[in-house]
Protein backbone atom coordinates (compact mmCIF):
# COMPACT_ATOMS: atom_id res chain seq x y z
CA UNK A 1 0.00 0.00 0.00
CA UNK A 2 1.63 3.48 -0.64
CA UNK A 3 0.51 6.67 1.28
CA UNK A 4 1.10 10.00 -0.64
CA UNK A 5 2.42 12.73 1.79
CA UNK A 6 4.24 15.83 1.53
CA UNK A 7 6.48 14.89 5.00
CA UNK A 8 6.91 11.72 6.74
CA UNK A 9 7.74 12.29 10.40
CA UNK A 10 9.44 9.23 12.10
CA UNK A 11 8.80 9.47 15.55
CA UNK A 12 5.71 10.47 17.69
CA UNK A 13 7.38 12.25 20.67
CA UNK A 14 7.75 15.75 21.51
CA UNK A 15 10.14 16.97 18.52
CA UNK A 16 8.00 15.12 15.92
CA UNK A 17 4.76 15.60 16.99
CA UNK A 18 5.14 19.35 17.55
CA UNK A 19 6.74 19.39 13.65
CA UNK A 20 3.71 18.02 12.28
CA UNK A 21 0.99 20.04 14.64
CA UNK A 22 3.28 23.28 13.34
CA UNK A 23 3.61 21.48 9.66
CA UNK A 24 -0.38 21.19 9.28
CA UNK A 25 -1.11 24.23 10.81
CA UNK A 26 0.06 25.67 7.41
CA UNK A 27 -1.49 23.11 5.55
CA UNK A 28 1.28 20.44 4.44
CA UNK A 29 0.20 17.52 4.40
CA UNK A 30 1.74 15.56 7.16
CA UNK A 31 2.04 11.78 8.08
CA UNK A 32 3.78 10.73 11.75
CA UNK A 33 4.43 6.94 11.78
CA UNK A 34 4.62 6.07 15.83
CA UNK A 35 5.85 2.31 17.00
CA UNK A 36 3.38 2.50 19.96
CA UNK A 37 -0.07 2.01 19.67
CA UNK A 38 -0.55 4.07 22.90
CA UNK A 39 0.86 7.25 24.44
CA UNK A 40 0.30 5.77 27.98
CA UNK A 41 3.64 4.99 28.85
CA UNK A 42 6.54 5.43 31.13
CA UNK A 43 8.73 8.54 30.65
CA UNK A 44 11.97 9.85 32.40
CA UNK A 45 11.55 13.04 30.33
CA UNK A 46 8.99 15.01 31.98
CA UNK A 47 11.31 18.11 32.87
CA UNK A 48 9.78 20.88 30.91
CA UNK A 49 11.85 24.29 30.25
CA UNK A 50 10.84 27.62 30.64
CA UNK A 51 11.40 28.45 26.96
CA UNK A 52 9.61 25.47 26.06
CA UNK A 53 6.83 26.62 28.11
CA UNK A 54 6.61 29.76 26.68
CA UNK A 55 6.24 28.24 22.82
CA UNK A 56 3.36 26.31 24.31
CA UNK A 57 1.70 29.16 25.71
CA UNK A 58 2.03 30.49 22.01
CA UNK A 59 1.42 27.61 20.44
CA UNK A 60 -2.49 27.34 22.46
CA UNK A 61 -1.43 24.36 24.33
CA UNK A 62 -0.80 25.37 27.78
CA UNK A 63 -4.54 25.86 28.74
CA UNK A 64 -5.21 22.76 27.21
CA UNK A 65 -2.37 21.10 29.14
CA UNK A 66 -3.89 22.63 32.61
CA UNK A 67 -4.30 20.46 35.68
CA UNK A 68 -1.60 18.04 33.86
CA UNK A 69 1.60 19.72 34.76
CA UNK A 70 2.86 21.56 38.65
CA UNK A 71 5.33 24.57 38.22
CA UNK A 72 8.66 24.19 39.96
CA UNK A 73 9.70 27.53 41.63
CA UNK A 74 13.10 26.69 43.10
CA UNK A 75 16.26 24.29 42.16
CA UNK A 76 18.12 23.39 45.55
CA UNK A 77 22.05 21.33 45.71
CA UNK A 78 23.20 20.08 48.65
CA UNK A 79 26.57 18.89 48.89
CA UNK A 80 28.06 16.62 51.74
CA UNK A 81 24.64 17.90 53.65
CA UNK A 82 24.87 21.94 52.92
CA UNK A 83 23.37 24.10 50.78
CA UNK A 84 25.91 25.16 48.44
CA UNK A 85 23.62 26.30 45.39
CA UNK A 86 20.09 27.57 45.72
CA UNK A 87 18.04 29.67 43.10
CA UNK A 88 14.66 30.41 43.05
CA UNK A 89 12.68 31.24 39.61
CA UNK A 90 10.40 33.50 40.55
CA UNK A 91 13.47 36.15 40.52
CA UNK A 92 13.69 35.82 36.81
CA UNK A 93 11.06 38.59 34.67
CA UNK A 94 10.49 36.32 32.38
CA UNK A 95 7.04 35.59 30.60
CA UNK A 96 7.34 32.07 31.68
CA UNK A 97 9.99 31.69 34.18
CA UNK A 98 9.40 28.22 36.20
CA UNK A 99 10.41 25.00 34.25
CA UNK A 100 7.17 22.49 34.62
CA UNK A 101 6.78 18.88 35.34
CA UNK A 102 4.25 17.55 32.61
CA UNK A 103 3.95 13.88 32.27
CA UNK A 104 4.28 13.34 28.54
CA UNK A 105 1.54 10.74 28.09
CA UNK A 106 -0.73 14.04 28.84
CA UNK A 107 1.87 16.70 26.13
CA UNK A 108 1.60 14.09 23.58
CA UNK A 109 -2.09 13.05 24.11
CA UNK A 110 -2.65 17.41 23.84
CA UNK A 111 -0.53 18.02 20.29
CA UNK A 112 -2.35 14.85 18.86
CA UNK A 113 -5.56 15.81 19.62
CA UNK A 114 -4.30 19.27 18.51
CA UNK A 115 -2.98 18.03 14.32
CA UNK A 116 -6.05 15.65 14.49
CA UNK A 117 -8.14 19.15 13.85
CA UNK A 118 -6.20 19.72 10.68
CA UNK A 119 -7.46 17.70 7.68
CA UNK A 120 -3.53 17.12 6.76
CA UNK A 121 -2.42 15.53 9.49
CA UNK A 122 -2.13 12.00 9.86
CA UNK A 123 -0.97 9.55 12.72
CA UNK A 124 0.04 6.53 12.26
CA UNK A 125 0.28 4.29 15.74
CA UNK A 126 1.45 0.92 15.80
CA UNK A 127 3.51 1.58 12.65
CA UNK A 128 7.52 0.65 12.74
CA UNK A 129 10.41 2.60 10.11
CA UNK A 130 12.02 -0.77 8.53
CA UNK A 131 13.49 0.84 5.63
CA UNK A 132 14.19 4.43 3.70
CA UNK A 133 12.90 4.66 -0.03
CA UNK A 134 15.21 6.14 -2.16
CA UNK A 135 15.61 7.24 -6.01
CA UNK A 136 17.96 6.47 -8.13
CA UNK A 137 20.41 9.51 -6.94
CA UNK A 138 19.97 7.82 -3.46
CA UNK A 139 17.74 10.75 -2.50
CA UNK A 140 15.00 9.61 0.45
CA UNK A 141 11.91 9.64 -1.23
CA UNK A 142 10.02 8.04 2.16
CA UNK A 143 9.67 5.53 4.59
CA UNK A 144 9.11 1.69 4.65
CA UNK A 145 6.49 0.68 7.67
CA UNK A 146 5.23 -2.30 9.56
CA UNK A 147 1.54 -2.30 10.41
CA UNK A 148 -0.88 -5.00 11.97
CA UNK A 149 -2.37 -4.52 8.73
CA UNK A 150 0.95 -5.14 6.39
CA UNK A 151 3.68 -3.06 5.32
CA UNK A 152 3.09 0.24 3.85
CA UNK A 153 5.24 2.69 2.35
CA UNK A 154 4.24 6.41 2.75
CA UNK A 155 6.42 8.43 -0.24
CA UNK A 156 6.96 11.80 1.16
CA UNK A 157 8.76 15.32 -0.52
CA UNK A 158 10.86 15.35 3.27
CA UNK A 159 11.27 12.32 6.12
CA UNK A 160 12.05 13.43 9.16
CA UNK A 161 13.70 11.59 11.53
CA UNK A 162 12.30 12.07 15.18
CA UNK A 163 13.09 8.31 16.60
CA UNK A 164 15.05 9.62 19.61
CA UNK A 165 18.77 8.99 21.03
CA UNK A 166 19.02 5.28 19.37
CA UNK A 167 17.31 6.56 16.09
CA UNK A 168 16.94 3.73 13.85
CA UNK A 169 16.33 6.38 11.15
CA UNK A 170 19.41 7.84 11.33
CA UNK A 171 21.28 4.47 10.84
CA UNK A 172 19.62 3.72 7.99
CA UNK A 173 20.68 7.31 6.73
CA UNK A 174 23.72 6.83 6.35
CA UNK A 175 24.80 10.25 7.78
CA UNK A 176 27.87 10.21 10.18
CA UNK A 177 27.36 10.69 13.80
CA UNK A 178 29.72 10.06 16.76
CA UNK A 179 28.33 8.95 20.42
CA UNK A 180 30.24 10.10 23.22
CA UNK A 181 29.97 7.82 26.72
CA UNK A 182 30.10 10.02 29.75
CA UNK A 183 31.63 8.80 33.16
CA UNK A 184 28.09 7.51 34.51
CA UNK A 185 25.08 5.81 33.96
CA UNK A 186 21.73 6.83 35.92
CA UNK A 187 19.43 4.25 37.83
CA UNK A 188 15.98 5.61 37.67
CA UNK A 189 13.29 4.77 40.24
CA UNK A 190 9.81 6.40 41.54
CA UNK A 191 8.56 6.94 45.01
CA UNK A 192 5.36 8.34 47.26
CA UNK A 193 6.62 12.00 47.57
CA UNK A 194 7.90 12.74 51.74
CA UNK A 195 5.27 15.40 52.49
CA UNK A 196 6.33 17.16 55.78
CA UNK A 197 9.35 17.39 54.92
CA UNK A 198 9.58 18.78 51.60
CA UNK A 199 7.68 20.86 49.22
CA UNK A 200 7.27 20.05 45.63
CA UNK A 201 7.89 22.55 43.73
CA UNK A 202 11.52 22.03 44.27
CA UNK A 203 14.09 20.24 42.69
CA UNK A 204 17.03 18.85 44.52
CA UNK A 205 20.49 17.33 43.46
CA UNK A 206 22.10 15.79 46.60
CA UNK A 207 25.71 14.85 46.13
CA UNK A 208 28.18 13.33 48.80
CA UNK A 209 31.76 12.40 47.18
CA UNK A 210 31.23 11.08 43.79
CA UNK A 211 27.80 10.03 44.34
CA UNK A 212 24.57 11.92 43.49
CA UNK A 213 21.34 12.03 42.92
CA UNK A 214 18.24 14.37 41.49
CA UNK A 215 15.03 14.31 42.89
CA UNK A 216 12.32 15.71 40.75
CA UNK A 217 8.85 16.01 42.14
CA UNK A 218 5.92 13.94 39.91
CA UNK A 219 2.42 14.65 39.50
CA UNK A 220 0.21 13.72 41.00
CA UNK A 221 2.09 12.80 44.16
CA UNK A 222 5.66 10.96 43.63
CA UNK A 223 9.24 11.77 43.64
CA UNK A 224 11.70 10.48 40.58
CA UNK A 225 14.92 9.31 41.77
CA UNK A 226 18.07 9.05 39.51
CA UNK A 227 20.82 8.74 40.98
CA UNK A 228 24.92 7.49 39.29
CA UNK A 229 26.55 4.41 38.65
CA UNK A 230 30.15 3.84 37.20
CA UNK A 231 29.21 3.37 33.13
CA UNK A 232 28.35 -0.36 33.13
CA UNK A 233 28.24 -0.76 36.24
CA UNK A 234 24.72 -1.86 36.80
CA UNK A 235 25.62 -5.74 36.69
CA UNK A 236 27.57 -5.54 39.51
CA UNK A 237 25.29 -3.26 41.82
CA UNK A 238 22.34 -5.64 40.98
CA UNK A 239 24.92 -8.26 42.17
CA UNK A 240 24.96 -6.68 45.41
CA UNK A 241 21.67 -6.92 45.86
CA UNK A 242 19.19 -4.60 46.58
CA UNK A 243 20.50 -3.50 49.89
CA UNK A 244 23.29 -2.05 47.85
CA UNK A 245 20.53 0.40 46.71
CA UNK A 246 19.53 1.16 49.90
CA UNK A 247 22.44 1.96 51.45
CA UNK A 248 23.24 4.63 48.23
CA UNK A 249 19.81 6.31 48.92
CA UNK A 250 20.05 6.17 52.46
CA UNK A 251 23.42 8.49 52.21
CA UNK A 252 21.70 10.85 49.53
CA UNK A 253 17.94 11.19 51.09
CA UNK A 254 17.07 9.35 54.55
CA UNK A 255 14.12 10.89 54.27
CA UNK A 256 13.23 8.56 51.22
CA UNK A 257 14.55 5.58 53.03
CA UNK A 258 11.24 3.87 54.22
CA UNK A 259 9.63 4.95 51.01
CA UNK A 260 12.27 3.33 48.62
CA UNK A 261 12.10 -0.17 50.81
CA UNK A 262 8.42 0.12 50.48
CA UNK A 263 8.67 0.58 46.29
CA UNK A 264 11.24 -0.96 45.48
CA UNK A 265 11.24 -4.95 45.80
CA UNK A 266 12.92 -5.72 43.07
CA UNK A 267 15.24 -4.38 40.03
CA UNK A 268 12.13 -4.91 38.04
CA UNK A 269 11.10 -1.57 39.93
CA UNK A 270 13.99 0.54 38.96
CA UNK A 271 15.10 0.86 35.03
CA UNK A 272 18.60 2.33 34.20
CA UNK A 273 19.51 5.21 31.23
CA UNK A 274 22.61 5.02 29.68
CA UNK A 275 24.18 8.67 30.02
CA UNK A 276 25.80 9.36 26.65
CA UNK A 277 26.00 12.40 23.98
CA UNK A 278 25.50 12.06 20.21
CA UNK A 279 27.12 14.61 17.80
CA UNK A 280 25.99 14.41 14.28
CA UNK A 281 27.74 16.76 12.19
CA UNK A 282 25.46 16.90 9.43
CA UNK A 283 21.24 16.86 10.21
CA UNK A 284 20.26 16.32 7.02
CA UNK A 285 21.02 14.79 3.29
CA UNK A 286 18.92 15.05 0.48
CA UNK A 287 15.07 14.02 1.20
CA UNK A 288 15.70 13.88 5.16
CA UNK A 289 16.28 15.57 8.45
CA UNK A 290 17.39 14.76 12.02
CA UNK A 291 15.71 16.65 14.77
CA UNK A 292 15.44 16.29 18.60
CA UNK A 293 17.73 13.53 20.06
CA UNK A 294 18.17 11.79 16.53
CA UNK A 295 20.09 15.06 15.89
CA UNK A 296 21.71 15.96 19.00
CA UNK A 297 21.29 13.48 22.15
CA UNK A 298 21.73 15.40 25.26
CA UNK A 299 22.29 14.56 28.81
CA UNK A 300 19.39 14.20 31.67
CA UNK A 301 21.13 17.29 33.14
CA UNK A 302 18.36 20.62 33.32
CA UNK A 303 15.49 18.70 31.24
CA UNK A 304 17.32 19.98 27.91
CA UNK A 305 16.06 17.10 25.94
CA UNK A 306 12.45 17.83 25.72
CA UNK A 307 13.38 21.42 25.25
CA UNK A 308 15.37 20.97 22.42
CA UNK A 309 13.20 18.81 20.63
CA UNK A 310 10.56 21.87 20.52
CA UNK A 311 12.15 24.01 19.79
CA UNK A 312 13.34 22.41 17.11
CA UNK A 313 10.17 21.61 16.18
CA UNK A 314 9.20 25.13 15.68
CA UNK A 315 12.51 26.13 14.13
CA UNK A 316 11.78 24.11 11.34
CA UNK A 317 8.36 24.15 10.46
CA UNK A 318 8.06 27.21 8.51
CA UNK A 319 12.05 27.01 6.89
CA UNK A 320 9.99 23.31 5.24
CA UNK A 321 6.48 24.96 4.51
CA UNK A 322 7.72 27.47 3.15
CA UNK A 323 10.61 25.59 0.47
CA UNK A 324 8.71 22.63 0.09
CA UNK A 325 7.09 23.94 -3.57
CA UNK A 326 9.83 25.17 -4.93
CA UNK A 327 12.23 22.22 -5.31
CA UNK A 328 14.77 20.24 -3.75
CA UNK A 329 17.25 22.89 -3.86
CA UNK A 330 15.18 24.64 -1.67
CA UNK A 331 13.86 22.22 0.32
CA UNK A 332 18.46 21.39 1.07
CA UNK A 333 18.61 25.06 1.72
CA UNK A 334 16.28 24.98 4.39
CA UNK A 335 17.18 21.78 6.40
CA UNK A 336 20.78 23.40 5.97
CA UNK A 337 19.26 26.78 7.38
CA UNK A 338 17.63 24.48 9.81
CA UNK A 339 20.89 23.08 11.28
CA UNK A 340 22.39 26.56 11.50
CA UNK A 341 19.88 28.61 13.07
CA UNK A 342 19.81 25.42 16.16
CA UNK A 343 23.20 23.90 16.35
CA UNK A 344 25.06 26.90 18.73
CA UNK A 345 21.96 26.61 20.97
CA UNK A 346 22.19 23.04 21.50
CA UNK A 347 26.48 23.52 21.92
CA UNK A 348 25.91 25.71 24.38
CA UNK A 349 23.30 22.91 26.61
CA UNK A 350 26.08 20.42 26.07
CA UNK A 351 28.77 22.63 27.06
CA UNK A 352 27.09 23.87 30.40
CA UNK A 353 25.84 20.29 30.81
CA UNK A 354 29.38 18.10 30.04
CA UNK A 355 30.77 20.64 32.97
CA UNK A 356 28.10 19.40 35.30
CA UNK A 357 29.18 16.76 34.74
CA UNK A 358 32.65 17.01 35.64
CA UNK A 359 31.81 18.75 38.34
CA UNK A 360 29.66 15.46 39.51
CA UNK A 361 32.42 13.28 39.28
CA UNK A 362 34.95 15.24 41.21
CA UNK A 363 35.57 13.64 44.69
CA UNK A 364 37.89 13.33 47.47
CA UNK A 365 38.98 16.10 50.14
CA UNK A 366 40.63 18.33 46.82
CA UNK A 367 37.94 17.88 44.30
CA UNK A 368 34.80 17.99 46.61
CA UNK A 369 36.44 20.80 48.15
CA UNK A 370 36.90 22.70 44.92
CA UNK A 371 33.38 21.95 43.55
CA UNK A 372 31.75 23.18 47.05
CA UNK A 373 33.91 26.22 46.35
CA UNK A 374 32.60 26.77 42.93
CA UNK A 375 29.01 26.19 43.41
CA UNK A 376 29.13 28.81 46.43
CA UNK A 377 31.03 31.36 44.67
CA UNK A 378 27.99 30.80 41.64
CA UNK A 379 25.31 31.30 44.48
CA UNK A 380 27.47 34.61 46.06
CA UNK A 381 26.85 36.24 42.36
CA UNK A 382 23.26 36.97 41.50
CA UNK A 383 24.43 37.75 38.60
CA UNK A 384 26.76 34.48 37.82
CA UNK A 385 23.36 32.50 38.84
CA UNK A 386 21.42 34.37 35.91
CA UNK A 387 24.03 33.77 33.39
CA UNK A 388 24.76 29.55 34.74
CA UNK A 389 20.64 29.24 34.71
CA UNK A 390 20.22 31.56 31.49
CA UNK A 391 21.79 29.30 29.61
CA UNK A 392 19.84 26.19 30.10
CA UNK A 393 16.52 28.02 30.74
CA UNK A 394 15.99 31.14 28.74
CA UNK A 395 17.76 31.24 25.54
CA UNK A 396 14.64 32.42 23.31
CA UNK A 397 12.58 34.43 26.39
CA UNK A 398 13.64 38.07 27.16
CA UNK A 399 11.93 40.15 29.50
CA UNK A 400 8.64 41.50 27.84
CA UNK A 401 5.99 39.74 25.39
CA UNK A 402 7.80 39.57 22.00
CA UNK A 403 10.70 37.75 20.78
CA UNK A 404 11.88 38.41 17.39
CA UNK A 405 14.20 35.57 17.22
CA UNK A 406 11.23 32.80 16.97
CA UNK A 407 8.35 35.34 15.96
CA UNK A 408 8.27 33.58 12.36
CA UNK A 409 8.35 30.09 13.71
CA UNK A 410 5.23 30.61 16.10
CA UNK A 411 2.98 33.21 14.30
Request: overall charge positive; some cysteine.
Amino acid sequence: MHVPTQVCVVGGGPAGLTLAVELARRAVPVVVVEASRHFNRSFRGESVSPDSVWLLDRLGLLDRLDGEYVQMHHLRIQDSGHTVFAADFERFRYPHPFPVELPQPALLSALAETGAAHPGFTLLQGATATGLLRDDDGTVTGVRVRTAEGEREIRATLTVAADGRFSKVREMSGLAYRTVPLERDVIWLKVPFPYGGWDDRTYRVRIRGDQHGLFIPTRPDSVRVGFNIPKGGLKEMRAQGLPRLYERLDALAPELSGAVREQVRSWSDTSMLDIFTTVVPRWSAPGIVLVGDAAHTLTPILGQGVNHAIIDAVTLAPLVADALDSGPEALNTATGAFQRAREASVARSRALQLRQERLFTLHGHVGGAWRRTLYRAVNRSESLTRRVLAGAYFQLQEPGERVAKVQDATR
